[in-house]
């Protein structure tokens, strides 16, 4: 069974950091790219960043650039977002989300359940 | 980045109905594009990939079409499990981008 589990996420004041992690069972981890998806409470979903299954390659929004950054542990299956110098903005529920990439299309088909982070003084 | 603008962003309908929502890219994006369910507080759910490939377990009542920069999603009889809130992606290039999402509510 499949799973995708996160962690990490609280209450923390503007400006601060804070690790998300992402706990994956149930299949080849290192076989595939993972992402971060997050929600702003009443909001749509936003791409955060994404990285590669070996770990060599990252992508960013633009929001985030700078600030964010993914890594992995394919030895412990785990996934990890650091967020730096975090504001208001960065409220939301954080996903992560396993990329699949067949010959006959692109996707994001298991999630985790998600985990809030909230900044705010 | 490639922006994706989905259309109408709420929509009201009943059981039985027909219901197409779009989705338009900024620029082509070939078949690149996927349809996502969510329910409140749950995650969201692949429905459709490749524009128009069913993901596997998901009702047949459920249907995607388009290439290039226009796409639609149509559930072909909605479902009272239906309602919920539908969200594009386009997978073409990072960084990937959805659509504001379209609320399907009870009419």
């Known amino acids: 069974q499949m799973l995708l589990v996160e962690s990490g996420g609280g209450v923390v004041q503007p400006g601060r950091s804070l690790r998300l992690s992402c706990a994956a069972s149930g299949f080849t981890f290192s076989n595939y790219d993972m992402h971060w998806v997050r929600q702003a409470p009443g909001k749509g979903l936003e791409g955060v960043a994404v990285i590669s299954y070996h770990g060599s390659n990252e992508y960013y929004a633009d929001s985030v650039k700078g600030r964010f950054t993914v890594s992995r542990d394919n030895s412990k299956n785990t996934l990890s977002l650091q967020m730096n110098s975090l504001g208001p903005e960065d409220t939301a529920v954080y996903y992560c989300a396993r990329a699949v990439y067949t010959s006959n299309g692109d996707g994001l088909d298991y999630w985790g359940q998600g985990t809030l982070v909230t900044v705010s003084s | 980045a490639i922006q994706m603008t989905q259309s109408p962003s709420s929509l009201s309908a009943s059981v039985g109905d027909r219901v197409t929502i779009t989705c338009r890219a900024s620029q082509g994006i070939r078949n690149d594009l996927g349809w996502y369910q969510q329910k409140p507080g749950k995650a969201p759910k692949l429905l459709i990939y490749a524009a128009s490939r069913l993901q596997s377990g998901v009702p047949s009542r459920f249907s995607g079409s388009g290439s290039g920069t226009d796409f639609t999603l149509t559930i072909s009889s909605l479902q009272p499990e239906d309602f919920a809130t539908y969200y594009c992606?386009?997978?073409?290039?990072?960084?990937?981008?959805f659509g504001q999402g379209t609320k399907v509510e009870v009419k």
């Open positions: 992606l386009q997978d073409y290039g990072y960084p990937w981008t």
